[in-house]
């Protein structure tokens, strides 16, 4: 079992503060939000991390030498969206997590004893443009639904199968060869192959993680996580 952690994005409603920090590394409760990540995949034995970067890459080469990390740099981080840079590591995915490196995980749920591929998620409120996950009686995923308004949404935490993992990689193989994915995400090509998956999801605490995609999203993190 390993982890992607991905990092590569500009966090352009978080300046001024990224204008010189990569947005994954933007401290809370004193320490970078990637950090956090790391320090509690590998509190779970999870010790095989590769960090996907791009912009200001060169901020997170001390990670390699701090707690031993790969770091795979996508230099067409400000063209293409995350498909792009999923497709760089598809060799890593069989059997990892997927991890979006600019949230904020306030517990460890992390379970390395997990089988199937699973979306972490929690019921959120008051969201906008956010992922939805339809789920039958066995907590197995059926469809996905961009929504505004309340629900199980896409926590930016999710673990994939050896089985699935391979046939995600196979897919994103041919979205990059078709050539026309500019504005896809990563998990487009997991919405668009549901029927040959084996996803379900795995219910954690509405505080447990936190997006954060502008300044006043992180002062409110902020204000509930640092007593």
Not at 116 to 132: C, I, M, P, Q
Not at 168 to 174: G, M, R, Y
């Amino acid at each position: 079992m390993r982890a992607i952690l991905l990092a590569a994005g500009m966090g352009t409603r978080l300046r001024p503060l990224t204008l010189d920090t990569p947005k994954s590394l933007i401290e809370v409760n004193k320490k970078p939000l990637l950090e956090r990540q790391v320090e509690f995949l590998k509190e779970k034995g999870i010790d095989e991390i590769i960090v996907l970067t791009g912009y200001l890459n060169e901020k997170f080469e001390y990670l390699k030498e701090k707690y031993g990390v790969k770091l795979v740099y996508n230099d067409k981080y400000n063209v293409y969206n995350n498909v792009y840079t999923m497709y760089l590591v598809k060799e890593y995915l069989a059997d990892s997590y997927v991890i979006d490196a600019d949230v904020y995980i306030n517990r460890n749920f992390i379970d390395n004893k997990v089988k199937d591929s699973t979306y972490f998620t929690a019921y959120k409120r008051d969201v906008k443009n956010e992922w939805l996950l339809n789920f039958d009686d066995n907590k197995k995923v059926q469809s996905i639904d961009i929504i505004s308004g309340e629900g199980y949404i896409l926590s930016g935490v999710s673990y994939w199968s050896l089985e699935d993992g391979k046939a995600i990689a196979k897919e994103l193989e041919k979205v990059i060869e078709e050539g026309d994915f500019k504005d896809l995400y990563w998990d487009d090509i997991v919405k668009s192959n549901l029927d040959k998956l084996n996803v379900h999801i795995n219910i954690i605490n509405e505080d447990d993680i936190y997006e954060i995609d502008n300044l006043e999203e992180l002062e409110a993190v902020k204000r509930i996580v640092e007593k």
